[in-house]
Every structure is written in structure tokens, then in C-alpha cells.
């Protein structure tokens, strides 16, 4: 009989309890210093938790079903990742070894629960043995190196939890029959909206890390609730620690946002220059002449000869800017803004990181959500991800995937979506071909359509949550309905639980058969 070995439940706590073994082996295996530069190395999760699986399947100890039986599975349906027993086509392997272990036991291996607390037991059983540090060495020593990784594009089917049926609920992000990569999250307060971003995080992580395409993020954590040391249980989640989180009150941020036109044309500045002035006097909410803007941009360009083409900084942006003041002395919208920046010294001078080839979370709690400094930070962020993004080359591509290299997580998006912002647009447009996902949070539904980008029409995934107010227009739109359609998805969406979520779903329409064009998930609960 086969071993199932697909979806299995984690045992309660079994996160919590190998993080023990977790810091031993990253203090084994990382130097006393690092060379600058350089993090230390960070043990995935699941690779923990397969060593102790190896390493309990390895001891030839009596198996009884007493100990597997008094093991709790997770209460949040929490899983295995899928990839965990199918990485370097080991299947085969922990099956037998699996079915030599409990050979004398009348086992159902096709019991789901049955084998779920089987191989924890066994992880436990390895836990156990592997933190008497003798052990470890030995263990360590005797593994082999002569595996290779596997050079198979991950599949990244984001299991985010159930659908009412009980059905997994999966978000296919990379197959090659998948026109883009955005998922856009729309959930009032207590919805269940940080839970959900969480959720989606650990699965990028969780499907990639072991794989030699790991897919990296950046988070814009506003409200500061994934920097906050609290919840450092949450950053494990991610397979990243502490080291992640740039916090630019206590530091400039690592990089310049500024681009570097070097031995370019000055009408490829000219042309940065109008851009840039446009954001900064749209990130204010003062009203700004058609001179100042003019003036601005002018001052970008001087700003730029100066340097001889390499990046600028706010500072001499406001010093060429109060050169052509009539009254330099008199402050007006644009210097008020510049002030600010050149005050809060948002950011370095140089690049010492590379933001795609790295995991970052930028504490954001410190400003105000709908403040200058707050959306200059997102703004030229996601600027900088746009210079880098040109210098990639495209992503890999296999019969069935597309490689993801990084993924962008914008909550309180809204704040960002009621101007022309440019760089996300454009971060959009050219994601799919250089391997970018972007998942944007916001409150109500409505804040995704605008006079300047409908994001609802550029998206993969609405995942549309409880909403404080419902916009039959934005309804309509999504989902294609009207008349009693129209009612029904309406009274669904306000009779969203915490944790509850409507996707739109074709599969009716595709068959040609009448019926809802909507499924409702419940959310893994993660956090």
C-alpha cells in the first residue's frame, strides 16, 4: 500500500519547539563574524523539520501507534508544505523507510490523520535526539554532500486555506497559463486582512526557499505589527529574522532612490526630472503651481549636472530649487516637502543591498499613514525596485512555470492609489516578464479604480473580505453581474466572517453551465 504523503497536518506547536535545533544549526553553520556584506545564513523551516524527520526514521528503535496517537495536530489546519516530501524526488524514500519502521503495526497508510501523526512523531523523535549536540555533530558529518539541488522551477500554488467545501483553496501565481502575478486584497479593519497577508507571505516563502529559485519580498508594514519584537514568532514564519527589518528612523534606508545617468543623455534626465517632480508635488496634498512644479523639475536637472550624472539627493534638490526663488528665504509647498525629506534623511547616499536579492520588511508605524514622509518612502521604494528591475534579465521559463524572483506586499495601499503613481504602474506593466508579484492591500473595494489605473482589470486574484461599505459599481465591474446575480454576490460579501473571503470564479461561465460566479474561502489561520 502507498504511503499518503500529501497534505499532511503539522503537529501543534511543532514551529515553537524546533527553533531550539533551528539556532543550534545556524550558529554551526555561520562564522563568529560575517564579512561585510554577507547575512548569516538563515535554516528554512522545512529543512529543519526534515532533519528531524531523516533523523527520526533513521534510529531503529520498537514503533508503537501509543506515542504517535497522543500527538495534537495543529487547531489552524496548519500543513505541510507540498514540496516537502516531493524535494530531490525523496518520496519514494520516506515512504519506505516510513513503512520499514512500522512494518510489524497493523498501519491504514492511506489514513490522512493516521500519517499525519506518524511522521511527527518521528519529527519529534528525531527533535529529540538531534539536540543532544554529540548527536548533531555525528549526524551532520555523516550526511551526504553528494545531492544537488533540484533545477525545477517551484510551483507556486499558494494554498490559502478551504473552500466551503472543504477543497483546498489554492492561488495558482506561476503557471505558464497565468496572465500576471497581482493579488489584490480588499478588508476592512478585523477582517482578517493581516492574517491573510501573512498567510500569502508564508506560502511564497515555504513553496521556494529550498528551491534554487527562492522567491524574495518587501513588506511596507504600517501599522509596525510585523517589525514589532512581539510577534518575532511571525518572521520564522517567512524563514527570515530580525536582520530583515529597516526601521528609517533609527537608520536611512540602504540605498539611493535616486537613478544613476552616468554618461546618459540629459533628455533621459530631462524626461526622470518632469516624473519626479510630478510625484513630489503629488504626495502632498497642497496645491502646487504650474510653475513650482516647473521649477522643481528644472531644479532635479541642475541637481543632476552637478553630479555629473550620478544620484542626487533631496538636500541638493532643495538647494537648487531655492536658488530660483524670488524670495529663497519664503518657504512655499514644494520646499515644505523637501524640508521634510532632507530633515527625516530617508535614505543613503549609496546602495549597500540589493532590494530583489534580499527579504525586507520597512517599519512604517512611526509616520503618519497619509503623510509626506510615509509616501515618499513607498513611492521611491518602488522606484528603486523599478531601476533594478530594468537591469534583470527575464525570468526563467519551463514547460509549466514561470520563475517568481520577488514579490511586493503594499498594505494600506489606498494611500498610494489617488495620484498618478507611475512607478507602480509601470512595476505592473513589466512585473511578468522579470518575475514580480504584487500583492496590494486596502480597505474598501472601490480604492483599486481610479481616473489614472484600474488595478481590478490588472489583476490575477481580487480577494475581496468583510467591507465597511460595498460599491455596486466597483461589483459589477469585477464580477460581471447584475439583477439577482448582483444581490446575491452583495448580501455575500456583507455576511463575511473574520477570516472569510469571495474570489471570482469562471468555471461556470468556461462550461458554458449557469450558476455562481464566485467561491467563498475560509482563511488558514496563521497569526
Known amino acids: 500500500m502507498e504511503v499518503l504523503l ?107 490523520t493516521v500519517v499525519s501523526r506518524i511522521v511527527a512523531s518521528e519529527m519529534y523523535r528525531g527533535l529529540h535526539y538531534l539536540l543532544d549536540e554529540s548527536n548533531l555533530d555525528s549526524f551532520l558529518y555523516a550526511a551526504s554532500d553528494k545531492k544537488h539541488a533540484s533545477s525545477t522551477i517551484p510551483a507556486l500554488e499558494l494554498l490559502i486555506g ?41 506560502q511564497f516563502r515555504s513553496l521556494s526557499i529550498e528551491t534554487p529559485y527562492p522567491v524574495n519580498f518587501l513588506l511596507f508594514d504600517y501599522k509596525g505589527e510585523f517589525s514589532d519584537p512581539a510577534n518575532n514568532n511571525w518572521l520564522s514564519l517567512f524563514e527570515v529574522n530580525r536582520s530583515c527589518i529597516l526601521d528609517p528612523v533609527q537608520k536611512p534606508l540602504p540605498f539611493t532612490p535616486f537613478k544613476d545617468f552616468f554618461g546618459h543623455p540629459l533628455n533621459e534626465i530631462n524626461l526622470y526630472s518632469t516624473e519626479m517632480a510630478n510625484a513630489l508635488c503629488a504626495i502632498d496634498n497642497a496645491s502646487i503651481s504650474a510653475n513650482m512644479s516647473n521649477r522643481l ?108 524572483r520577488h514579490f511586493t506586499v503594499i498594505d494600506e495601499a489606498h494611500y498610494m492609489l489617488d495620484f498618478d503613481n507611475h512607478p507602480l504602474r509601470n512595476l505592473i506593466a513589466v512585473g511578468r516578464n522579470k518575475g514580480l508579484s504584487i500583492i496590494l492591500a486596502t480597505q474598501n473595494m472601490d480604492s483599486f479604480k481610479s481616473k489614472h489605473f484600474d488595478f481590478y482589470a490588472n489583476a490575477q486574484y481580487p480577494l475581496i473580505m468583510k467591507q465597511q461599505s460595498i460599491n455596486d459599481s466597483v461589483i459589477k465591474d469585477l464580477f460581471g453581474v447584475s439583477g439577482k446575480d448582483f444581490q446575491d454576490i452583495k448580501s455575500e460579501i456583507a455576511g463575511l466572517q473574520k477570516g472569510e473571503l ?25 497569526i
Open 162 to 202: 478551504e473552500y466551503s467545501d472543504s477543497v483546498e483553496a489554492k492561488l495558482n501565481i506561476n503557471g505558464r497559463s497565468v496572465t500576471n502575478a497581482q493579488v489584490l486584497v480588499a478588508g476592512t479593519t478585523g477582517s482578517g486582512k493581516t492574517n491573510l497577508l501573512a498567510v500569502l507571505i508564508e
Open 297 to 404: 523639475s528644472e531644479a532635479i536637472v541642475d541637481a543632476y549636472k552637478k553630479t555629473n550624472g550620478r544620484p542626487i539627493s533631496f538636500s541638493l534638490m532643495l538647494q537648487f530649487y531655492q536658488s530660483k526663488m524670488a524670495k529663497p528665504d519664503k518657504d512655499d509647498s514644494v520646499t515644505s516637502v523637501l524640508k521634510q525629506l532632507v530633515r527625516n534623511n530617508l535614505f543613503a547616499t549609496e546602495d549597500t543591498v540589493n532590494l530583489v536579492d534580499e527579504c525586507f520588511i520597512i517599519k512604517m508605524d512611526a509616520f503618519p499613514k497619509d503623510g509626506v514622509i510615509a509616501k515618499a518612502i513607498v513611492y521611491f521604494v518602488i522606484s528603486k525596485l523599478n531601476i533594478i528591475y530594468e537591469s534583470l534579465e527575464k525570468q526563467i521559463v519551463n514547460d509549466d512555470y514561470v520563475q517568481i
Open 502 to 526: 469571495i474570489i471570482k470564479d469562471n468555471t461556470m461561465a468556461l462550461l458554458g453551465i449557469s450558476g455562481k460566479n464566485y467561491k467563498k474561502i475560509k482563511v488558514t489561520h496563521l
Open 6 to 112: 500529501d497534505n499532511l497536518r503539522q503537529a501543534e506547536g511543532i514551529i515553537e519547539d524546533i527553533t531550539p535545533l533551528k539556532s543550534i544549526l545556524e550558529t554551526k553553520f555561520n562564522l563568529s563574524q560575517q564579512a561585510d556584506g554577507n547575512n548569516p545564513y538563515t535554516f528554512p523551516l522545512n529543512k529543519v523539520l526534515r532533519l528531524c524527520l531523516i533523523a527520526g526514521l533513521n534510529l531503529q528503535e520498537k514503533r508503537n501507534l501509543v506515542d504517535a496517537e497522543k500527538i495534537p495536530l495543529s487547531k489552524n489546519n496548519q500543513h505541510l508544505v507540498a514540496t516537502f516530501f516531493t524535494k530531490d524526488n525523496l518520496k519514494p524514500f520516506f515512504s519506505s523507510l516510513l513503512k520499514l519502521r512500522y512494518d510489524a503495526l497493523n498501519v491504514d497508510w492511506r489514513d490522512y
